[in-house]
C-alpha cells in the first residue's frame, strides 16, 4: 500500500511543480531546461488542471515561454463568476506607447531575419518615443521620466534589463533585451487599436502647439 501512495504521488507532485510557477509568472525555457522539458511531457494535464480555475495555458514551444490567461468570460448568466487569478493592470499612456513603439521594432527586426536577440540601449528606446511625445525643455527630466517608464516594462516582463553597460555614440549607457513574450499580447488587433489612440493624442499635441503659438 505504501508503494502505490508513493508511486500516485509522484505526477500530482511534477504537475504541482509546474503549475506553481506558472501561477507565478512567465515560464521560460531558457531559465530551466529541465522544467520546460516536464512542461511539454505534461502540458495537455497542465491545461485540464488550470482549467479548472478559469486560465487557459499559452504555451509557445518556438519562442521558449508559457505562462497562464484569464479565459475570455462566457455569456452566459447562469455560469458562476469565477474571480480573476490574473490581474489586469491598466497602463499609462507612456507606457502603453513604449509598448508599442517596442512592439513594431520586434516585427522589424524580426523581418531582417537577423540575431534572434533583440537588444536596444536606453538611449536608443529614448529616441524612439522622444517624437511622439510633447517636447520637454528638460532633457535630464525627460529621460529620468522614460527611464521610470522603462523600470515598469521590466516588471511587467516585456524587457529584461542587460548586466553589461555598453557604449553608445561615444558614452556608456544601458541596454535592454526585448523579450519575445511581447508578440503574445500586443497583437495586431491591439497597435491598430493604439495607432487611432496615437493619432488623435498627435492632432491633441497639434492644436496645443498650435494654440500656444498664436499666443
Do not use: C
Not at 511534477?14 to 505534461?42: C, F, H, M, R, T
Not at 536608443?124 to 517636447?135: H, N, W
Not at 524587457?159 to 555598453?166: D, G
Request: hydrophobic share 45%; net charge negative.
Amino acid at each position: 500500500m505504501a508503494e502505490e501512495n508513493s508511486g500516485s504521488a509522484t505526477p500530482q507532485h511534477n504537475l504541482s511543480l509546474l503549475v506553481i510557477p506558472l501561477l507565478k509568472g512567465v515560464v521560460y525555457q531558457e531559465n530551466d531546461a529541465a522544467q520546460w522539458s516536464g512542461l511539454l511531457n505534461l502540458q495537455a494535464r497542465v491545461r485540464d488542471y488550470v482549467g479548472v480555475l478559469g486560465l487557459d495555458l499559452v504555451l509557445d514551444e518556438a519562442e521558449g515561454y508559457a505562462f497562464l490567461r484569464s479565459r475570455a468570460e462566457v455569456a452566459d448568466e447562469a455560469a458562476p463568476k469565477l474571480p480573476r487569478l490574473v490581474v489586469r493592470r491598466p497602463l499609462s499612456f507612456p507606457v502603453s506607447l513604449l509598448l508599442a513603439l517596442l512592439r513594431k521594432k520586434l516585427a522589424e527586426f524580426d523581418a531582417s531575419g537577423g540575431d534572434t536577440r533583440l537588444v536596444l540601449t536606453r538611449d536608443e528606446i529614448v529616441e524612439l518615443v522622444r517624437v511622439f511625445l510633447p517636447e520637454s525643455s528638460n532633457e535630464v527630466k525627460f529621460i529620468d521620466q522614460t527611464e521610470t517608464h522603462l523600470n515598469k516594462i521590466v516588471e511587467l516582463g516585456f524587457l529584461r534589463r542587460m548586466k553589461a553597460v555598453v557604449a553608445h555614440q561615444g558614452r556608456q549607457t544601458s541596454a535592454f533585451e526585448v523579450r519575445r513574450i511581447l508578440k503574445a499580447f500586443v497583437d495586431a488587433q491591439w497597435l491598430a487599436d493604439f495607432d487611432t489612440r496615437l493619432a488623435a493624442y498627435q492632432g491633441q499635441l497639434g492644436m496645443t502647439s498650435g494654440d500656444a503659438a498664436d499666443e
